[in-house]
């Protein structure tokens, strides 16, 4: 098991987070570990969509309610797996990802997307196919497929967009 999965399903357990869990519930699991959620920063533009300083997580103005939950989580991976005082910024899809913004999208995806028993989604959500996870999970469809696809087994078939 990685530590990105390790770290989140430890969180989901310490915090008694149902699947997925509430915008209110992942707010509080940030207060309670220490990092502050700042949205609409004026000063973030075009790709950089978060910007993690100490302990202070700053989201651009112009987020959908789906892309702030999903980098609420990664901004948290961010605060628990790596050092603390190192800022950390999110592009877009496109852009070249460190080790760290792998954990840290790893993590997003086992915080918001894991089912109750810490593995993947429910089959019956999973089998309708990536658009379904994102509705149920309330998450990005690139972010919540790059996750997928990386934490089922190689050859598990996956219904994305055609």
């Known amino acids: 098991m990685s530590t990105a999965k390790r770290r989140a399903l430890a969180i ?20 309670a570990e220490g990092l502050t959620v700042l949205d609409g920063c004026p000063e973030l533009v075009g790709r950089v969509r978060e910007v993690l300083i100490e302990d202070c997580l700053c989201l651009a103005c112009d987020l959908d309610p ?9 901004g948290l991976g961010h605060w628990l797996l790596h050092k603390p005082g190192v800022w950390f ?3 877009d899809a496109r852009a070249a990802r460190s080790q760290q913004e ?21 089959l019956a959500v999973l089998e309708e196919g990536v658009g379904a996870v994102c509705a ?12 997928l696809r990386a934490a089922l087994a190689p050859g598990v078939p996956l219904r994305s967009r055609a």
Not at 136 to 147: G, H
């Open 12 to 31: 989901r357990d310490r915090y008694g987070l149902r699947s997925p869990p509430t915008d209110e519930a992942l707010l509080a699991v940030c207060e």
């Open 66 to 74: 789906c892309e702030r939950r999903w980098l609420i989580a990664h």
């Open 89 to 91: 910024f999110h592009q």
């Open 102 to 122: 792998w954990q840290a999208e790893a993590f997003a995806g086992w915080l918001l997307c894991a089912g109750e028993d810490g593995g993947p989604p429910p």
């Open 136 to 147: 149920w999970a309330r998450a990005p469809y690139l972010s919540v497929e790059r996750w």
